[in-house]
């Protein structure tokens, strides 16, 4: 595949060192200092692009590459609130957009096992649920999107919680999100339940970012020759209850 990196950040890298890997082709590479050359997309012959960049600037870059027909992937987070305009227009264009906050298989089967485990929960309230994610001090949203799926999906099977809260509650209807930031954390992510005698946790450890990089190469090849808007539950085939 020939591929456009939008973002040549820390996962832009890590996306180009996998796809060399699998014997792909980098045709193009876009980043804050040269944004105008998105304008050559279309040009440059990529068969898909893949964005990673921040979320002030996914919304307008993941528009261009939809208005000059190139199938995008994109794995930034932080800009849910125009989502749903970019879905409009993958569906308006007849383009392809695929979407996940977090790329990484196994955080994908813990979306899973959060969706089930809070349909149990809920059946016994002496436990109380709470989400914990731990990244690196440079990234900018908080919380991350990977802990808003796991609080989105939580709540939505959880009737005695209402809405989510950062670092702080303010009634027992509120789901506490807690958000840290420390050294080089690739992502942790912790779904607990706690009671007065004890804990039961799902967690997930990301070693690295190549994980990402792999999931989102596997993004792109699924969505070689489709349209419509994808995530990963799609990829995966878990269930199709799944947001990203
Ligand atoms: N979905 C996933 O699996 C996953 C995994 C890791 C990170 N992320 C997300 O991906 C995003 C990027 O993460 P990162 O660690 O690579 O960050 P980063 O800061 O290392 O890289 C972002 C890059 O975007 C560039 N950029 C800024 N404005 C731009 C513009 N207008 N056009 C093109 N490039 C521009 C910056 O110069 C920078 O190089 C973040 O939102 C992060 O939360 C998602």
Redesign the pocket.
């Known amino acids: 595949m020939k591929i456009a990196l939008?973002?040549?950040?820390?996962?832009?890298h890590?996306v180009e060192a996998v796809a060399l890997a699998k014997k792909h082709q980098i045709v193009l590479r876009?980043?804050?200092?040269n944004?105008a050359d998105?304008e050559r997309l279309k040009s440059s012959g990529a068969d898909v692009a893949m964005e990673?960049?921040?979320?002030?600037?996914?919304f307008?870059?993941i528009r261009k590459c939809l208005e000059q027909g190139v199938p995008v992937v994109s794995?930034?987070?932080?800009w849910n609130d125009r989502m749903d305009e970019i879905h409009r227009l993958c569906r308006s264009v007849d383009g392809a957009f695929f979407h996940?906050?977090?790329?990484?298989i196994g955080v994908n089967i813990m979306f899973h096992l959060n969706r089930e485990l809070a349909r149990i929960m809920n059946q016994f309230p002496r436990y109380e649920p709470s989400i914990e994610e731990t990244h690196h001090t440079?990234?900018?949203?908080a919380p991350?999107?990977t802990a808003v799926v796991l609080a989105g999906d939580l709540l939505e099977r959880y009737p005695g919680k209402k809405a989510w809260e950062l670092n702080e509650t303010s009634g027992k209807d509120k789901l506490l999100v807690r958000a840290f930031r420390e050294g080089d954390v690739?992502?942790t992510h912790v779904v607990r339940y706690e009671s007065p005698n004890d804990r039961l946790e799902l967690i997930h450890t990301a070693f690295s970012?190549k994980g990402?990089a792999e999931?989102?190469l596997l993004a792109a090849e699924f969505l070689r020759g489709k349209k419509g808007v994808f995530g990963m539950h799609h990829l995966l085939k878990l269930d199709n209850t799944g947001r990203s």
């Not at 876009?30 to 200092?33: A, L």
Request: aromatic share 10%.
């Open positions: 939008i973002g040549y950040g820390r996962m832009g890590e876009v980043d804050r200092d944004p998105m990673f960049t921040t979320p002030a600037t996914a307008d870059n794995g930034t987070t932080g996940a906050a977090n790329f990484n440079r990234k900018l949203d991350s999107g690739p992502g970012r990402f999931g989102a």
